[in-house]
């Protein structure tokens, strides 16, 4: 019998690597390559693991994520980035299995899949099944506001908060007020919307776990677009999904359901549509962990697709 697949993660040492190392840690069906941490930046040593694993994950800055893919040579290396250096590149599989019914497949055939953002994964969620629908114009204007938990930042903001200094660590912080934010081209090409949307984020004095939403109004969507079609259209295209739930209008009542932390640890994701039908006003929220879907349970989602169809 062959042995497992052998996996390497590329920055096992950060905030992502760390949590895919620890979902991966007690699984029989793979094995995992380590670098002894003085060798973990070694670009040689680095080359090294990368050419010789079935699958690299790269948990890495962009920049030592193109600088990974640049030292492979083995054509048979697979590769998983979960970082934004590829997120809109040609030749990369975008790796967001429940964005269409054909994703699954395209992610297990591909060499080279790159992770969504953890604030695009919220906003292309709720947009593109309704922009598919016809319901949302790929034009609309669109502001999209979100508030994560630090751990967003990676490592060094988690110091701040966990470190000596927490004590002087701000409650709550708008950022990206300049709106040249990494991801609106991300959530502009994979939402399908012809226009460059508005994107405020923020985060607050929690570790992990985000709540994203979006503000429409009826009049600017078409004719039939209703508070009720647009839920409707989400639980039909997550219909099937084992990580994505659709608030019915019963559950939409308990703003608990808003909480961006109830799902920190796992792969789910909640979406809901509020509102004021009188006003014309409709509200999309999805709540998921940044870390988890938005991370490495998008990332371990992904391997389980190539391990499954290898
Ligand atoms: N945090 C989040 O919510 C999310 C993060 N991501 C993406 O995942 C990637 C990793 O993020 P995150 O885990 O938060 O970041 P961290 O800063 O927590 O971790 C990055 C890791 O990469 C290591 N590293 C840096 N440069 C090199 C190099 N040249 N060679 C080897 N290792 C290196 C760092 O080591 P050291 O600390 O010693 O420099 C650190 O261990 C980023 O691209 C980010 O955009 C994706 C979705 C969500
Ligand atoms: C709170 C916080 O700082 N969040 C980060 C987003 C996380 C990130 O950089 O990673 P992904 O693009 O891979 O999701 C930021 O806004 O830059």
């Known amino acids: 019998m062959s042995n497992p697949p052998l996996i390497f993660i590329d920055g096992d040492q950060g905030t992502t690597g760390l949590l895919i190392h620890e979902r991966l840690r007690d699984r029989k069906d793979l094995r995992i390559l380590t670098l002894p941490a003085a060798e973990r930046k070694d ?98 204007p669109l502001s999209i506001h979100a508030v994560s938990g630090y751990s967003g930042g990676g490592r060094p903001q988690v110091e701040q908060y966990e470190g ?19 991801h609106p081209p991300e959530m502009q090409l994979h939402a399908g919307l012809t226009q460059r949307p508005i994107f405020l984020p923020a985060y607050g004095a929690f570790r992990q776990g985000i709540v994203l939403s979006i503000a429409l109004q009826t009049r600017l969507l078409p004719a039939g677009s209703s508070l009720e079609s ?33 799902h920190n640890g796992s792969n789910d994701m909640t979406l809901g549509v509020f509102g004021n039908p009188a006003e014309g ?15 490495s349970g998008a990332a371990v989602q992904n391997l389980d697709l190539l391990l499954a169809a290898a």
Request: proline share 8%; aromatic share 6%.
């Open 43 to 140: 670009a040689q040593r680095r080359a090294e693991a990368i050419n010789s694993a079935d699958i690299a994950l790269l948990c890495l800055p962009d920049a030592a994520a193109r600088e990974a893919v640049a030292l492979i040579e083995n054509p048979r290396v697979r590769v998983i980035d979960a970082s934004s250096a590829h997120r809109t590149s040609p030749g990369w599989v975008y790796g967001f299995p429940e964005m269409t019914p054909e994703q699954p497949q395209a992610i297990a055939n591909a060499h080279r899949i790159s992770n969504p953002g953890c604030y695009p994964t919220g906003a292309i969620a709720l947009l593109r099944p309704l922009v598919q629908a016809g319901l949302v114009p790929a034009d609309y």
């Open 164 to 182: 000596p200094e927490a004590a002087s660590a701000a409650p709550f912080v708008l950022y990206g007020l300049g709106l040249q934010h990494k």
């Open 230 to 262: 647009l839920r409707a259209a989400l639980q039909r295209h997550y219909a099937g999904a084992r990580h994505v739930k659709v608030l019915d209008a019963e559950q939409s009542a308990a703003t608990a359901q808003l909480d961006p932390t109830r």
């Open 281 to 295: 006003h409709i509200l999309l929220c999805a709540v998921f962990d940044n870390l988890g879907k938005g991370a």
